[in-house]
């Protein structure tokens, strides 16, 4: 295996990747994934998620290469939905609430004209909530699940000092209210795959459980998971200025077309995210 730097901002860097690299296939999955970053950051997320998607769909356009393309898009941009709309199939319209979920609808769409405008094989998808063992910490996940390990860690050295200990640590948080539809990203990995080798070309697929989970049930989960006592305390620097309330997907679509089936409960993603950060 050969791995190529690419700077999808530049151009010339990308033509230069495409020319090196011959691909057959592409997965485009590079992008400022963190909506919360985009709300700070919102010119860097629109250069590099929808510039970014604009040079790698010319520069394949452009060249002697005619790959297949899986555009990974998210069901935020699906935004504000509303409660007759749950589960969320594809045809539901695109509300966008936040500055990322903007750039992933422009991706999302460049990969619809250059498909139907110059033939390009593109397939895209919009991908459920990720998680996993190794996902960043900031994602909310694993952002609780380095906590609990942090606070099992000094909760240990408290009792080696002190014998008995009582002692109760928190976790700051924002909307614990929000629901999502996580999936595993080793299931998303095997789903990529297979939307490349059986999905058609041109359609945009939803892939996810199908079932939603709150924010709350995340830290409760991990409360199950530990012997520290955990409370939660609000902090409204972790609040963002408009939130999407619920968004659990339909992939119906998907499953028929690949027979794709989750492997991983969302019960064993918690348990391998959080023995990840204690051995880390």
Request: include cysteine; charge should be neutral.
């Amino acid at each position: 295996m050969t791995l190529l730097e690419c700077d999808l901002t530049d151009y010339n860097s990308v033509q230069t990747t495409l020319q090196e690299s011959e691909p057959d296939v592409i997965y485009h999955l590079a992008a400022q994934t963190f909506v919360p970053t985009s709300w700070r950051a919102p010119q860097e997320t629109m250069n590099t998620n929808v510039m970014g998607t604009l040079n790698l769909l010319e520069s394949v356009r452009k060249s002697k290469y005619n790959p297949k393309i899986l555009i990974s898009s998210s069901s935020e941009e699906y935004g504000m939905v509303h409660e007759d709309e749950i589960p969320i199939k594809e045809t539901n319209p695109l509300r966008p609430l936040s500055p990322y979920a903007v750039s992933k609808v422009a991706q999302d769409l460049l990969g619809y004209q250059y498909h139907h405008s110059y033939g390009l094989k593109i397939i895209r998808t919009r991908a459920f909530n990720l998680m996993g063992p190794r996902s960043g910490e900031k994602i909310v996940t694993a952002s609780f699940a380095k906590r609990v390990a942090e606070i099992e860690k000094e909760e240990a050295r408290f009792k080696a000092k002190f014998k008995h200990s009582e002692t109760i640590y928190k976790i700051k948080v924002g909307n614990l209210d929000t629901i999502r539809d996580f999936n595993d990203v080793r299931d998303i990995v095997k789903a990529y795959d297979l939307a490349i080798k059986k999905c058609d070309i041109g359609e945009v697929y939803n892939i996810s459980i199908g079932k939603g989970h709150s924010i709350r049930e995340i830290i409760e989960e991990y409360k199950k998971l530990t012997d520290a006592i955990i409370i939660t305390e609000e902090d409204k620097n972790l609040m963002r200025p408009s939130d999407v309330p619920i968004l659990i997907g339909d992939s119906t679509k998907f499953r028929k077309k690949t027979r794709w089936k989750p492997e991983y409960s969302w019960e064993k993603s918690l348990s391998d995210i959080l023995t990840y950060w204690r051995e880390k």
